[in-house]
């Protein structure tokens, strides 16, 4: 945890990882080890359609928060959606609609998963896409998923490309999918939706020859795409009460995430103010004439400012002030050397009253 100029704690970590309770290669206790190694402070964990080990592993691990859900799919094994706190799993045969609607009633976090993968339909792994998209109810979506986006490189490399890809995976994130992005700012027009980065970590073995190279091992991936969760206050030392502010935190929009391999985004800001009041990622100010938005980075970078999901300012600094002239959805891209290495959630400035 940091604190960053205006005071808040900022936590970071990473979300959507498998073990061997499902499709993935290590324990828990093995990945948590891995993730306090790395300097993280919670991980939130999501095998496939089980919840087996969350009693277990649940709270706090020495300064490494854990949570443990679990990743839903229907039954033809499209439309993941990844569950935290549901009083358990649902009903394998259940629709997409029927278990967004049932996680909501639940006041469960929903966050759909990796929704617009591109992969041939017939190769060995096809794409898990997210196909409905009138369920209601979620409360995020996975705009970045590592293990997507490697595997989308994979299939258009050729043999030098592939050896490239195995040995150095973090080298070629680029950015989120154009398509998730316009879901996300979409979808944020109604009702505040929560955008996260997902590492989807397996740690999957891949032959070459007679030699066994792990793709993306856990820590690779830890180091890869994070989560900043920014809150006023720091995390409860009780660990039930730490894990209802967390997921509280990210239903909220409270957080950005960044690509570790372009550098360490912790200490990032993204506030709107006015007047006396202050509204940090996912938060809103209600009138615009007197609003002014700040952006701070660790280092100069590109630095994107969108509204209502187009861009209409770009700057090459290290701080960015603006005063907005018209109401929207506000958030930032942040690149560093053409490739996202910080994304923030919306603020919104003079739409309270749309929700």
């Known amino acids: 945890m940091i604190r960053d100029k205006s005071g808040n704690y900022q936590y970071t970590g990473c979300i959507h ?17 891995i993730g306090s190694e790395v300097g993280l402070d919670f991980l939130l964990f999501s095998d496939h359609m089980t919840l087996k080990s969350r009693e277990k592993f649940s709270g706090y691990h020495d300064s490494l928060l854990v949570i443990v859900g679990y990743e839903h799919n229907d039954p033809a094994d499209k439309n993941h959606f990844l569950v935290f706190g549901s009083p358990a799993v649902y009903d394998p045969e259940f629709s997409a609609r029927k278990y967004v609607a049932q996680c909501a009633a639940d006041n469960a976090l929903g966050i759909i998963a990796h929704p617009d993968e591109k992969r041939p339909e017939d190769g060995k792994y096809p794409p898990y896409q997210w196909t409905d998209w009138s369920v209601e109810g979620f409360h995020g979506i996975e705009l970045w998923n590592q293990m997507s986006e490697w595997m989308e490189r994979l299939d258009e490399a050729g043999p030098i490309g592939k050896l490239t890809l195995l040995f150095s995976p973090r080298k070629f994130m680029k950015a989120p999918p154009v398509e998730t992005l316009r879901h996300w700012d979409t979808a944020n027009q109604t009702r505040p939706v929560v955008g996260i980065a997902g590492v989807d970590a397996h740690a999957f073995p891949y032959r070459i020859g007679p030699k066994t190279v792990t793709i993306f091992p856990y820590k690779v991936h830890f180091r890869s795409l994070q989560n900043h969760i920014v809150l006023t206050e720091p995390l409860s030392k009780e660990p039930v009460q730490a894990q209802k502010q967390l997921l509280e935190a990210i239903r909220s929009c409270q957080l950005f995430f960044s690509n570790r391999r372009r550098g360490d985004a912790r200490g990032f800001q993204f506030v709107a103010r006015s007047g006396a009041n202050t509204a940090l990622c996912g938060g809103q100010l209600e009138k615009f004439e007197d609003s002014r938005l700040y952006v701070s980075t660790p280092q100069r970078a590109e630095i994107r400012l969108i509204r209502n999901g187009a861009v209409i300012l770009r700057v090459h600094s290290d701080e960015l002030e603006y005063s907005p002239s018209e109401p929207g959805l506000y958030r930032i891209e942040v690149l560093r050397h053409g490739i996202g290495w910080i994304y923030s959630n919306h603020i919104r400035i003079g739409i309270s009253d749309n929700f």
Do not use: F, P, R
């Open 17 to 33: 990882m498998h073990t061997l309770d499902s499709d993935g290669t290590a324990k828990h206790e093995e990945v948590i080890a």
